[in-house]
Every structure is written in C-alpha cells, then in structure tokens.
C-alpha cells in the first residue's frame, strides 16, 4: 500500500517568513495530493492539492509543488501570519486497487509574532 | 448547520465499557469515512462506506471494532470491551464523491474518547 512520509514534525518560523513542508510518497501510481490544515479542536480542512499532471499549483500565500520521478510533494506558505499556526497533513491517493488516502504524520507549525 | 457533526465530543469511559459514536455527514454525501487520530500522530484510516454498504474495512484495527450506515445518513462507530489503547479522537469525514475519486473530504470536529 501506499506509505506517506512527512518532514518536519515541528516547525516554528518567524511572522512573515516562508514555511516549507515536504513530504515522499511510495506508491508510483499516486495521482492526487492534497493538504490539510487541523487547527486545535477542529477536524482537517483542505486548503490546497494538486494532481498528478502538473508540477505546481498556487492559492495567494500558499503553493504546492510535485516531483512524480523524485515521489515527493511540498507545501509552501509565503508571508507568514500568526493565524497561519496549525497542524499541516499532506497525503497521498493511489491509483490501485486500495484507492484511499493515505496521510502523512503532520507538522505542527507555530507562526511567531 | 451545513457541516459534518460528530457526537458525542468528548466521552470518557472505562476499561471494558461499550462506545457508540455518531456522525451525521453532509446532506447528499455518498461517501463517508471514520479516522483514528492518536494523540500527536496522523490520521489513521477505519472505514469506509459508499452508501450503506462499506467495501473498504481494512482499517479496523480488531473485531471489536465495527461500524454501520444508515442510508447515506447516519453513520455509528462502535467499539466493544474498550482499551486504553483506544484512546483517540476519531474524525468522520464525508464527500458527494465515492473513495478512489479525487476530492475533498468534509471533516467533522471528531469525538474524543479517554479510555481510563
């Protein structure tokens, strides 16, 4: 099955600075990558995904880039905001027989005023 | 409202009890989807139903688990002679699209379960 791994776990940045999450996939066959956002006390909510074919997608402030050969995605926020702190999951939907989601672990990103 | 609602929010039981928790997707939502979130950790699939009928319980982690879908409304995630292990958030989520399909997933705020 498909294996979602996500880096860092923690990540704590400046207001106003970039924030990278990245993350590898397994399964070659994956076409679809969205990421979550999880605020305390909330469930998840999309913010941004991309599939398979193309490289690059923007919403304002925030980017997700995809490398298929290299099998892995990232998450990119630009110009910071406090309000910005969350836990990110990025994940994965493959193309076989089990098509679920798989997510990655998280990364809980804390904006610094 | 409009979204997904999970309930109860917070449950605290004893080693051994019986759980039901509920989840009332998104009027119209085929799909519809239970996850385990441990404390500090990813989202760890259950279960999924297409309607009423559930092709995908891979996820469930024992026989104690089980779930059940009424329709394409409610759905209940019972778990029988509970363990501390078991202790987690458990989120539901729904979409107008069947699993394997590209497209968002609606979370609810999820039901936190303390075993003790």
């Known amino acids: 099955g498909e294996n979602v791994e996500q880096h860092p776990s923690t990540l704590s940045v400046q207001e106003g600075d970039s924030a990278v999450i990245k993350c590898t996939y397994s399964?070659?066959?994956?076409?679809?990558f969205p990421w979550y956002k999880q605020e305390l006390g909330k469930g998840p909510q999309l913010i941004i995904d991309i599939r398979s074919n193309v490289g690059e997608k923007k919403d304002q402030r925030i980017a997700v880039t995809l490398n298929k050969t290299a099998k892995h995605f990232s998450l990119h926020i630009t110009e910071t905001q406090p309000e910005d702190s969350a836990v990110y999951f990025c994940a994965a939907l493959s193309s076989g027989s089990a098509r679920q989601l798989t997510f990655g672990s998280g990364t809980q990103l804390t904006v610094l005023p | 409202g409009a979204g997904v609602s999970q309930s109860p929010s917070n449950k605290v039981t004893e080693k051994g009890k019986d759980v039901e928790l509920r989840c009332d997707p998104i009027s119209g939502h085929t799909a519809l989807y239970w996850y385990r979130q441990r404390l500090g950790q990813g989202l760890e699939f259950l279960i999924y139903f297409q309607g009423n009928s559930a092709p995908d319980k891979s996820g469930l982690p024992s026989d104690r688990f089980s779930a059940e879908r009424t329709g394409e409304s409610v759905s209940t995630l019972t778990i029988q002679r509970t363990q501390q292990e078991d202790s987690a958030v458990y989120l539901c989520?729904?979409?107008?699209?069947?699993?394997?399909?590209?497209?968002?997933?609606?979370f609810g705020e999820g039901s936190r379960l303390t075993v003790l």
């Open positions: 399964d070659s066959a994956s076409n679809y």
């Open positions: 989520a729904s979409s107008p699209k069947g699993s394997g399909i590209a497209g968002e997933l609606f």
